[in-house]
């Protein structure tokens, strides 16, 4: 089992409201800053059988856009793209963010790095692993008393 830590700060703003629910919803409905500019995708981490994938919501990019570098058994997904300037159009509200970001994964010995698999299709990029040999679940078999 894997375990995940959320954003920092992510918690706080959701459960701190305060008294007043209309007031925060309308500050937040009409905020206009730079919180989504640094978001980091939202990532799925799946164990099925004999493999294991990351998958990272990350729409808008293509996969050119993408290192995926695997060092010391840390996988390390990273983009250097900005965001476009439209230069033409009058934007009321523009909250699409294609920023620059990267995300670390610490794998385990009981995966084979040697055989990463990358796919980038409908905004999710997929990353899968073999387990080992040794790590994949054997089944149930009958061992008999001498």
Request: hydrophobic share 30%.
């Amino acid at each position: 089992m894997t375990h995940v830590k959320l954003h920092p700060g992510t918690q706080n703003r959701v459960m701190n409201r305060g008294n007043d629910p209309f007031n925060h919803f309308m500050n937040d409905f009409f905020r206009v800053d730079n919180q989504h500019s640094n978001s980091i995708p939202s990532v799925n981490l799946i164990e099925s059988g004999n493999d294991f994938f990351i998958e990272m919501a990350a729409p808008g990019y293509n996969k050119a856009d993408f290192n995926i570098k695997m060092e010391n058994n840390l996988l390390t997904i990273s983009t250097e793209k900005e965001d476009k300037e439209e230069n033409d159009l009058n934007f009321l509200r523009s909250e699409f963010r294609y920023g620059s970001f990267s995300r670390s994964f610490k794998i385990g010995k009981n995966l084979d790095t040697d055989k990463i698999k990358a796919t980038y299709e409908n905004g999710i990029l997929r990353i899968g692993m073999e387990k080992r040999e040794e790590a994949k679940e054997k089944p149930a078999r009958n061992i008999q008393i001498n």
